[in-house]
Structure formats: structure tokens, C-alpha cells
């Protein structure tokens, strides 16, 4: 609820916090009308035939001019060229006619006290007078004056809040139909009544009273075909500018119920509207007082200004500000404005267009060509009508409407025009000039007989014949000699054919030649499969807007075949060790299963797309299988382990025929339903690979498994710290984290570790398997270890033995030989042990007082008491 509506007290307030945003209208869509002539003398004055303060003006249908003249409490009517003829007061002051409006030869007035607080605000009310200034009395009406009139005058009120048919300082007043609409400024709203009894009909809220409310405009009949629109100017508030509203029926009982509801508020925002108007072609026109810069502005119905015109001043044109500023367009395209604070009324028009003239029509086969003289220099176009008739019968008392059927608007200086595709008969047509919604007089008529054309020889020999599911051949002979081409019609049921031209076959070969058209599935021409197709032709010649046909041939029809009965792709199992199934085993291997259910297919299409997310249909791919196979391995290049593929898989059927000589080549295809399958993840790749050299010739490796589903691990090597290809070294179980793994020699290796997974397939009744392998985790680099490193002191007795190893976790055997002498040198056939197991690194041997010699060697002792990486034997002697 806005609150200076029921708070009068607030709503200067409410004006001070007004804020308003003010539109510059675009550049003029049409030049605006001229000043055609203006009176009054500008200066206020209660002479006859000068105005004080003229708040709205109307015009009845002779052109006479009637001004309700505010200052000086009085109607004056005038010719229409402005010149006084009578002056009638329409109550004592100070109440003054503040509204007027013209219909069915009654004149309205709407009136009100000088300022809202005069004490003669009850005599507030719509009068009405005949065109010579009578009050109308009920009890004699004038002859040219509806007898349905009961009452001169209602309303009256006191101040503000008015019952409702009661009207306190009204301010413009419009008649439509059956109805006056009355701006009630200080009861707040928008009254109807019924313009024959003054009843009380419907309001409006304009949410406020005393705000300056000014004009009215009723649009009877919208150009969208909507209910009737109203519009009012509203000032001095938030969203000043011209409101909206429709009024309508809204009950069928007796006597009907109507509403006026608001639509927009505003419809145009602008500062300072006065008086509206609508216009023949629905287009309104406002006067805006000195907030927009004292103008006129057109705009359509959808608020799009159109032109503006007018400015602040006194000289012929402009304007200068006022309450009321009424306005006011005639159906010849004038435009009256109340210039309130000149003192005068100013009549505007848009430049007169001169009619073409020496029109002629000129009949061509099925067209007729006219042509006419252009007589003005400002038009926009030409508006070319048409009757079906000659003269006498289009402007005889029964006469069939005139229609347009052509504009050549926006393009101006044309002069002629071809109307085609006529039908034998007799046509009048009449043209006239047009520069945006102004119009000239029509040009004389001209009339013109189109005359039934000559026949085309029907084409013969009609026939059609299938080939497979989706394409029909049709061939007929040509027995004519000047046809353009032919116009082929295809029907699903033989009588009663009215379907629309299939296709025009734009050919041309001479009579006895036969034609051969492939009526094949497409989008906009459809064929079915299992289904019976009519076909007739017909010959044509002339142009496409000009055109002559002969009669059909007979008809002639194809059944087209079933399509191959689709295969059943069969869907993954959710039982695990099915193998029975359509299957993603890998990321690069799905096996596709289905059920051949067709007896005369080709080979079976495959059609794999790829999903990324939501959104399936890229990558996709189409793969073959022989007829009467029923499963796939497809492979997936590059491997895209966890993506989602929908696979589709159709029977497909070739078939060729040979008709009038030429080979059709046919595909059918039936589709199974999409089978969606996502493609197993990679097995987890494990990770903290950790790597022990055991010996020169031995490794162990630990690592931790991230994977829940696989068959086992690939231990893998390279040779050396640099190398990139890897090769098997060995393999565990699943679950088993732990290798140790032999080399052939001491070296550096670079090892990683993969989880594979197996999954076993049966295809073409034999088994296989597929390896899927994880990611490698991390590389090692692992260095075997160099024998141990020994060295031998005697002391007396003694012999103390170090050494070093790069382990200190393995015990050691301690082992001698006594060398013999022979001629090719020293040799020691075999070590006993000296010591075992022997923990550390030193080791202290007594020996008796001898001139034996001894070598003595140290090897580590396995955790299966194996021995490996001997030292070298040191001597002693």
C-alpha cells in the first residue's frame, strides 16, 4: 500500500523523496508533422474566440472544433480553421470545464472548482450538450442523437474520498463505445459510467489523490487483439508517467460487471505528462509540459517512441506549460494540441501524399501485371489491394472487401508489381501511397480477367517399386513437349489424396522418355518401414509464381519391406563370474554380446560413444561384425580405464535393384537398445617400494598394496641407473608385498613394482585371459653388495682375522686351507671350517708353532644356512 494514499498529509513528503529517472528518446523512427495552423492571441483574454488557459479540445465529425476554454469557464466552437461560431458556459464559476470529448453527436464536458478546497466542489460533474451548445434533455433529443440518453449530468462529491460515482475535481474525460472514462484527480481513481445513463460502472487506483493526474486515452480495440487499454498521465509521485490499464467484461450476467485493472505503472516513465490521445493505427501521443521540455511525443504501443516534436516557447510550434495541455488526432491524420500556457490551439499535420494515378492491370498467363504513375515525392511505398470482382461487383452494394496483398514499403518510388499464382477469374485492384502510417487516396481501379490456360498431356505409366525399407523408386513416361518439370505427390492411403507436393522433379526430357525419381528417407520427407505408399505425378510448366499444370496420372504404390528385426544387445550381469554377458573387462577391452533375431541381415553395425560426465555422443566409433555373429571383442585405442561407453548394435541389410536401367543400392537398419557400460579402474598402484641387496647376486624388495581387486604383482627391472625400459623380473600372489629376486651379476639395477589383474573371457569359444596392469609405483635403484673384505694378522700363535661386508645382520663362516707347494705354484685344494657361526667383524684363531702356510676366507651365512660372496683368501703364514 503506498502510504501518502491513505496519509494525505504525507504525500508532499512523498514528493520530496521523488526520483525519477527521465528517458532520452532515440532519433525520430518518422519525421514528425508540421504546423498547419494555429488561433488565439496568446495572451489570456474573454473575448469571443480567445482562450485563457484552453485545457482540451475535440472535434466532431464536420471538423468543427470545440476548446473547453478552463480560464475562462466557457466552451467556445470554432470552424475548422479556427474562426469563433459560439460560446456556451457550462456552470457558474469557479467551477471550469478541465475535460471534452466528442461521440455520436454529444458533446462531454468534465468540471471542477478552481482549486480543490472551493467550496463548489460538489458541483463537480460530467455534463453533456448537443453540437450547439443545449444541455441535453432527455425528454427531447435532438434527431441525430441516440434515444438511449436518460440523464444530462452526474456526479458531485465532497472533498476527497468520494463514493464511487461521485467525482471530486475531475481532470479529462474520454468516450469509447458505451462508455466515458473520467480521471477523478482528487477522489484518487479512474471512474466509468455508462455514457446514455451516467451509471457507475468500474475505477481504477491511481494510489494517491490530488496529484495532478491530467489526461486520458482509450484504446477501444489494441492492434494485438488484447481488451480494451487505458491509459492516464500521472505527476508528482514515484513512477510518474503514463500508467496502463485494461478494461473488460468480466461477468455475462445482466447487467454485466466490468473491471479496470492496472498493468503498468508506468508504462512510459517521463517527467510532466498532460493530455493523451490514441490514434487510428493505436499509436499514443502525449504533451509533456516543461519537466520534458514542453513537447509532443508519439510512441506505439509497446512504448517505443516514435517521433517528438515541439519545444519550450511562443513561436509557432512550441509550447508552453500548463495543467491540462489536451490533445487530440483526427482520422485524416491531424493532430490538435490545447497550447494551455500560450493561449491558443495549434493543429499539427504529417505531410498530404498525392495519389498515383493511370493504374493499369494487365493480365500473363496466371498473373497480372500492374503498373500505375507515382504522383508524390515523399512516400515511403505503395499499398496494393486486390478485389475478386470486376469494377461493378467490388463497389457494388454487396461488394466483396478490397484485401492488400502487396506493400512495397520501406522502398519508395516503385511503380509496379506482379500479382502471380492467380486462379482463371476476374480481379480489380487499386493502389495508393504510403509514408509510414499515413496513407493517400486510392488511385482509380483497374480490373483484369486471367483466363484458364491451355492443358498439359497427363504423364503415364506410373510405377513404383521398393527397395527395402526406406526408398521407393518411381518412374513414368513424359508425354509432353514444353513442360518445365513435374510435380510429384505421395499419399498413405489411395482415395482421398490431398497431401502436398512430395517434390517438384525439375526435368525436362522430351515425350515417350521415362523418369526416375528415389523418393529416399529424409528428415522432412519421411518413409516408414512395413508401409504402403500412393503416388501420382502431374506435368508443369511456366514460372514458379506462374505456373501450369497438367492432370495427375494414375496412381501407383510400394509397400516398403520391415526393417530387419533388431538384435538384443545383452547387458552386463551383476553376478561377477558370468561370462555370458556384454562385459568391460579393461580399459581397453569390452566384450559385446547380443541375440540375432533378424533371418536376412548383412553384417551387424556397432556404435560406441563415449560419456564424459552427463554428456554422451563423443568419440564416437562404429565397428562390424559378419551376419549371424552375436558377440564383439572391442577393443579401446588408446585404454580409458573408469569411462562410461554406450554401445548400440544394429542389423543391417543391403539390397540392391536395378530399375530403368540404373542400380538403387538400399541400407535398412534396426537398432537394439543402448547398453551402457564404464570400463574397470586401474588397479591402485602400490607404493613405498623399498629395495635390500642381499649379496652380489641378490635382492629384496617390499612394498605396500593400495589395491583391493588384484591377481598378483610384477616386480620389474632395468640394468642399470639410467635405463627406462623395464622387463619381468618376477611376479607374486595377491596380498604377497615381499620378492627377493637373483641377479646375474653385481651391478646397479633400477627396479619397480605394478598390481596386475586377470580377467579370463571366452571368445569364439575359447578362453583367454586379459591383463590389465596398474600404474608403476615409484622407482628404486639398488646397488648389489661386494664380498666381504678380509685381512689377516699373525701375533705368536695367533692369527687375528678382520674384515668388512655391507651387512651386519648375517653371522659368518670361518674357513682355512693349507696351501701345498707344487711346480706351478701354491694351491689349496679345500677349506675346512674354522668357526661357525661367527657374529661381528674380527676373529681370533690360535695355531700351533708350524712352517705351515694357511689361507683363510670369511662368507656369509643365509637365513638358510647357505653360504655366499667368499672373501678372498688371504694368506698366512
Known sequence: MNIASTHPKLYWLGLLLLTLTIFTPAANAEDPPSLVRNWGNGTPSNGDGNLQQPADVAVD?????????KGNTRIQKFSKTGTFIKKWSTSPAPLRPTGIAIDENVVYVVEGPATPSSNGANSSKVQKFTLEGELLNPNALPPDVSPNHTTSQWGSSTLYNGADGQLFSPVGIEVAENFVFVVDDY???????????????????????????????????????SQATVYTSINNIPGSGIWKYTFNEITTTTPPTYNLALMNAPFHPTVSPRGLTVDKDHNLYATLSAGSGNKITKMDGSSTIISSWGANGNGDGQLSSGESMGILT?????????????????????????APTNLTATPTGNQVDLAWTDNSDNETGFSIERCAGNTYTCFGEAAPPFTEIHTTAPTPDVSTYSDSGLSPGTYTYRVRAVKDTVYSEYSAPAEATVAAAPALPAPTNLIATEIGSSKVAVTWQDNSTDEVGFELMRCTAQENCSAPALVSVSRRTGSGSTILYQNTNTATLPIAPNTTYYYKVRAYKGTTSNRLYSDYSSSANATTLPLPNAPVLIPPSTEPTSMLTSAALSGSKVILRWTDNSQDETLFR?????????????????????????????????????TVFNYRVSAERSLEKTV??????AVDSNFSSTVTLRTPALPTAPSNLVAQALSSTKLRFNWTDNSSDETGFRIERCTNAECSTFTLAGTTLSGITTKTISVSSPGTYRFRVRAYRDVSVIFNGKTSK?????????????????????TA???????????????????????RCTVSSTPFGDTCEAYSLVAAPVSGNTFTHAIPPTTVRYYYRVRPIGADFSTFDSSVPVPVS
Open 61 to 69: 465529425s464536420a471538423g468543427n472544433v470545440y476548446v473547453a476554454d
Open 187 to 225: 477522489n484518487g481513481k479512474i471512474q466509468v459510467f455508462n455514457k446514455y445513463t451516467g451509471q457507475f460502472l468500474a475505477k481504477g487506483d491511481i494510489g494517491y489523490y490530488g496529484i495532478r493526474a491530467n489526461g486520458i486515452a482509450v484504446d477501444a480495440n489494441p492492434s494485438d487483439g
Open 330 to 354: 483526427t482520422d485524416n491524420g491531424e493532430v490538435y494540441v490545447a497550447d494551455e500556457g500560450n493561449h491558443r490551439i495549434q493543429v499539427f499535420a504529417y505531410p498530404i501524399l498525392a
Open 606 to 642: 556397432i556404435y560406441r560413444e563415449e560419456c564424459q560426465g552427463e554428456v554422451c555422443g563423443s568419440n564416437g566409433s562404429t565397428f562390424t561384425a559378419p551376419a549371424n555373429k552375436t558377440e564383439l571383442l572391442n577393443g579401446i585405442t588408446p585404454p580409458k580405464p573408469d
Open 660 to 665: 530403368n536401367g540404373i542400380k538403387i543400392k
Open 770 to 790: 586379459i591383463t590389465e596392469l596398474s600404474e608403476p609405483s615409484g622407482i628404486v635403484d639398488v646397488t648389489t653388495l661386494a664380498p666381504p673384505v678380509l
Open 793 to 815: 694378522t699373525k701375533s705368536g700363535n695367533n692369527v687375528t682375522l678382520n674384515w668388512t661386508y655391507g651387512r651386519t645382520d648375517v653371522p659368518f663362516f670361518i674357513e
